[in-house]
């Protein structure tokens, strides 16, 4: 699959850029693909949430890094390599949803509860400790949506001063702060993220996709959409959310 990625970015002329996968099962493997996924010049990785849900998880007994794991950290770290997250990695849908709905009733609300997986990404990666020793470490939640950002952030921020989380733990930032240095999220259909919450989310950290070919993708009418949402904002913040935020992400030579 990478070395097709590799064939894939080369035809494009480096237009299209893929995402690489590792062999989560076993370190040698997983650790010797990383190195080669690099020299290959794949501009990202796409990791399970939950890793223990198939090997090791990332952090250890001791609660720091998990050593099946640290020359992966080690090398996105120093090399800048994206560490990305989709919102199909995390929470089991399934299981908050009513019995007895059926399949279109339920599609809708797995489709939204996904979301809600990526915040809990973004939140364990808060709290670990992991950002602190990574802290050059890039994390895109990629299919995630931006909406949620605002909230989840303010809650994050009254939650860990209420239980001590950050004093208990030695954490060396608080949460927004974790979120403007490592942190990447992406839109489509939402209109209220992109105007209205600009702000609280940050136009640095805010990427535009069209999900396609998904049934909930933007085509047909991408060109539309952008007009609707960006039409009133100027040059400078269209350029970052449309190309500036994800070359930086993704090391891309734009």
Known sequence: YNDACKDRMEASGGRVNCMATLPYWDRDLMNAEMRRIVDLGLKGVVLPDRPERLSQGYLGADGKIN?????????CNSTGLAMNFHLNASLDAESAMWDNLGFDQRLPISALIHHIGCAATMSNFMVSGLLDKYEDLKIGLIESGAGWVPFWLEGMEHQL???????????????REYFRRNFWVSFWFETAAPTRLIDEIGDDRLMFQTDYPHPTCLYPGVQDKLVSVLGGLDHATCKRILQDNAARLFNLPV
């Open 67 to 75: 050593p099946f794991w640290e020359e992966v950290f080690d090398t």
């Open 161 to 175: 001063d209420e239980f001590r989380t950050l004093s208990n733990r030695g954490l060396k930032l608080r949460p």
